[in-house]
């Protein structure tokens, strides 16, 4: 909490137990110095996954409300730091927005939102968000949603490793990323070939096989249509 919250928070302690009253402003500046000391760290208001949400105000509402002593920042830091310990507990990790090959980067996201979820910035991602759902048909929608995504992710590294097992997918998004034109994005107009889109040309006769390279004719093509003049919007 900020100081003026922490004074806040005093004041209103004051008020629900008139004990509390400094006699002079020297005693009121000095527990105001002993509680902000204690509760700098413990912030006013934070989510719990539950629904049990932690309230600064809540907490010293209860104590007074509950207990014959007289209330000591204390009685409000120790509850935080129950509260934080079991909403960490639960939090799961969940995968960053961030490129997993930048390892610093993905290291520092992590360690952010585990920083905003202990500051009370952020609730913590629990198992059943990231499972999915509660019941079965939950659960295998969001199985088959991450599996699809899967299919269309490998991170940069793993990708230049298998290059050379997948020379045909490689060459087109290296052609994708320079922004040129790929034969593959149109069918093989050479007679004896004919491939449609996205499969190689095809050479050989009965036993046909594909070629590492697309005939002329159709790159002439791709570049044609990757180059010509886009129509106007309507």
């Given at each position: ?80 730091h129950t509260f934080k310990a079991d909403v960490l507990g639960r939090h799961t990790d969940p995968v960053p927005p961030v490129d997993p090959d930048d390892q610093s980067a993905y290291r520092a996201a992590l360690a952010n939102t585990r920083q905003a979820i202990a500051t009370g910035q952020a609730a913590p991602a629990v198992y059943r968000e990231l499972a999915g759902g ?101």
């Amino acid at each position: 909490m900020k100081r003026e919250e922490v004074a806040a928070l005093l004041a209103y302690a004051v008020r629900l137990d008139p004990r509390l009253a400094p006699v002079d402003q020297a005693e009121a500046d000095e527990r105001l110095a002993q509680w902000f000391d204690l509760l700098e760290d413990v912030p006013p208001t934070a989510p719990h996954p539950d629904g049990r949400d932690w309230h600064a105000g809540h907490v010293v509402r209860h104590h007074i409300a509950s207990s014959p002593y007289r209330i000591q920042p204390s009685d409000v830091s120790r509850p935080w730091h129950t509260f934080k310990a079991d909403v960490l507990g639960r939090h799961t990790d969940p995968v960053p927005p961030v490129d997993p090959d930048d390892q610093s980067a993905y290291r520092a996201a992590l360690a952010n939102t585990r920083q905003a979820i202990a500051t009370g910035q952020a609730a913590p991602a629990v198992y059943r968000e990231l499972a999915g759902g509660s019941t079965r048909d939950e659960r295998n929608e969001f199985a088959a949603a991450r599996l699809a995504a899967l299919g269309d992710y490998m991170p940069r590294t793993v990708a230049k490793k298998l290059a050379e097992f997948r020379k045909t997918r490689s060459e087109r998004e290296r052609l994708a990323a320079a922004n040129l034109p790929d034969p593959l994005d149109v069918a093989c107009p050479h007679p004896p070939c004919r491939a449609s889109v996205a499969r190689p040309c095809q050479q050989g006769g009965k036993r046909r096989t594909d070629r590492t390279t697309p005939h002329p004719s159709r790159l002439d093509l791709a570049t044609a249509q990757h180059y010509a003049p886009q129509e106007p919007a309507a």
